[in-house]
C-alpha cells in the first residue's frame, strides 16, 4: 500500500488493519491500547473523538450537525459512561453556505439538549475551495464512568447473550438512498440519536452489562467480528431474530448488499451476562430508541462469527472489508 | 420456511438417482445466494452446484482492465458500476488510480453517469460498459439519449458480453454438465428460448431461476425431474417470459452488434460480445480515444480463475484460495467481485 483508499475509511477490516499498522503502533501507550470507543482515563474519566465527512451534509431524518453531537455522545456512553462535555470543530469550504451552517448549528443544539451534555469549546478553519467538501466537523467528548460499571470490548464469555437495541441499517441505507436518488416508502429515514440515557437505564446492572458497541461504519457484522477478536471468543446470531426494515431489506436485495454492513447511528450492540438479557431487552424496549430491540445472539467459544439462517444452515458472517459497493447486476 | 425447505428436500431426494450429478449456475448473484443461504448442505452429497463464468467482473479480460486504468490516466472521467474499481490489472487498479488523483466515479445506474456528464460539459465522462444482457439495455438508452440530446462529452467503452455464447463454449469443451440454472436477471431480458441449443445440439436442460433459497432448490428439482428428458423450462416464471423483454431487446439491437470477445478464462469466443454501432461511433470510446488493449491477458501466476469460471476446479483446489488471495488482497476477479465464486466461498466459509 502506497496510497490511501477510500477502502481504509469505509469501517472494516481494511480500516482496522490501517489504524493498527499506522497509528496504534506508533503512538503506544495503555489507555490508546484499550482499543476502545473511548479511552477510560484516570479518575473514571472517560475520552474520546470523532470526524464526520458525511454527504450530503443534510439527509432523510437528520444532518451533519445531530450526527456530530449523537456520534460523540455514543462513543462516550459504549464504555458505560455518561457523556458531560463535548468540543465542536469546523473545517469549512470556501463557498459554503451560512445559512446551512446555521441550520447545522441549530441541530447540534437540539440534540446536545436532548443528551443534556454541552459544547464547552470549539474551533473554526475556511479552507479554500475544492480543498474540502462543504463542510467536516469534528467532535471530542468528555464524561464519567458511574460506579460499578467497567463495560470493555474485552469482557465477552461463552454463554452471554447478543442484543441489538433496533434495526438495522437505516442510517446506511437512507444516505445511501439519498445520494444515490434512491427512493423509498414508505420513506427511510437516518436512526441518528443519542443513545445515553438509554445507556444509563441499562447501567443499573452495572457489571452484568458487559460490553456495548455502537455499530457505525463496517455495521453491526464489523462490531461481532470486533467483540470476537478483543474477547476471543466466537458469536452465533440467527437470521429470522434480525430486526431489519422491509425497505432495507428489499433495497440491500437490490443493490447486492448486506444489511449487517450498513451504517448505524442511533442504535447499539450489547453483550450482557444470559440471566440479566431479558431485563436488559425490558430497558431497551421502554427507551424511545429501544423499541425494536431484540436479543440477537449469544457468545460462543468457536472463534467464529457464525449465523444460521432462515433455512436451517449456518454460514459465517461476511466480515466487510471497506468501502460499500454495489453489485452490477 | 421450514416447511419449504423440507418439501424441496422431499422432492429431492424423490428425483435423486444417487449418481454425481453437476449442476452449474452461471449467474454470480446465484452463486453468492447459494453461499449465502449454505444450500449446499441442503443437497445430498452427490449433487454438486458449480459456478460457472455469469460474474461480469470477474468475466472482464485483464487488457481490458488495463486499457480503461490507461484511459483514466489520459484524464477522462471514468465512471463505473460497482466493484469493477477493485479489480488488479498488470500493476494498478481503478481504485488505486482514483487514490492518485484520477477521476474514478461509481455510479449505480448508467443514466447517473449521464447525468453527471451532461452536469459536468467540461469534462469527458467514458463509462465502462461491463456486463451481460441485464446492464446491456441501460447502457444502450444513454447512447441513445446521448445521442438525440448531442452530448458530446459522454461515450461507452464496450466491453459487455452475452451469455449463449458462452455457455456453448462450456459444453463444446468437454465439460460433464447435466443441467444449468440460467440466470435470471439476464433471461428477463432475452427470455428462455436462447437456450434451446443446449438441448437440441447438446441434450443438456436448464431451468431460469429466481434468487431465493426456494427459487434455487425448486430448480435443481426442475432439473432433475428432466435429466432424462431434458427441457428449458422457467421457474422465475414471476420475473421471466419465454419470450423476454422485447422492448429492451430491440433498444440493445439497435445500439449495439454483435462481436468477438475475449473472456477471463474463456479466452476469445466468437461472437460472445457486442460492439456500438457505427451510427452512435461517436459514443464508442474505443474509437474516440483509439483505445488499444495491452496484449492479451498475462493472468497472474499461480491464479486459478480461469478453471473456476469454467467449473473444472472449485475455489478451494485453487492453491492460492484464502493464502494469498483473500478477500483483503485479492490476486484474482474471482475474489474481488461481489459476485465472485472465491469471494462466496471464502466470505461465507465454505
Redesign the interface.
Known sequence: MDKVLMSHGGGGSMMQSFISEIFIEKFNNEYLNQMEDAALLPGKTVFTTDSFVVKPVFFPGGDIGRLAICGTVNDISMRGAKPLFLSASFIIEEGFPVDDIKKIVGSMVDAANEAGVQIVTGDTKVVEKNSADGIFINTAGIGILPDGAYVSIKNGKPGDVVIVSGTIGDHGMAVMGAREGLDFDPPLLSDVSPLNKMVEKLMALRDAVKILRDPTRGGVAEVLYEIAGMSNVGIKIHEDKLPVKESVKSACSMLGIDYLHLANEGKLVCVVDKDFAYKALEIMKEDKYGKDAAIIGEIDDSGLVTIETVYGTNRIVDRPIGELLPRIC | ??GI?NTAKELIDRYNTGESIKIMEV???HT?AI?????R??LPPNIKLISGPGC??CVTAQNEIDASISLASQGVTIAT??????VPGNDSSL??E???GRDVR?F?SPL?ALDYAMANPSKEVVFIG???E??IPSVAMTIKEAYTKKIKNYSVYCLHKTMPKALEALVVNGSDIQGFLLPG??SAITGSTIYNFLVDRYNIGGVVSGFE?TDILMSVVMILKNLKDPKIEIQYKRVVKEEGNTYAQRLMDEVFEESDAEWRGLGMIEGSGLRIRDKYSEYDAEKKFKIKKPNSSTEIKGCRCGDVLKGIITPKQCPLFGKACT??NPVGPCMVS??GSCAAYY????
Open positions: 420456511m421450514q425447505i449467474c454470480g448473484s453468492m453461499s449465502k443461504y449454505g444450500l448442505q441442503i461480469p467482473v458500476f460497482g466493484d469493477l474499481v477493485r481504485q488505486e482514483r487514490a492518485k461509481v449505480y447517473d461491463i456486463g451481460f441485464t446492464t436477471h439476464v433459497a478477500p483483503l461481489s459476485e466470505k461465507y466459509g465454505e
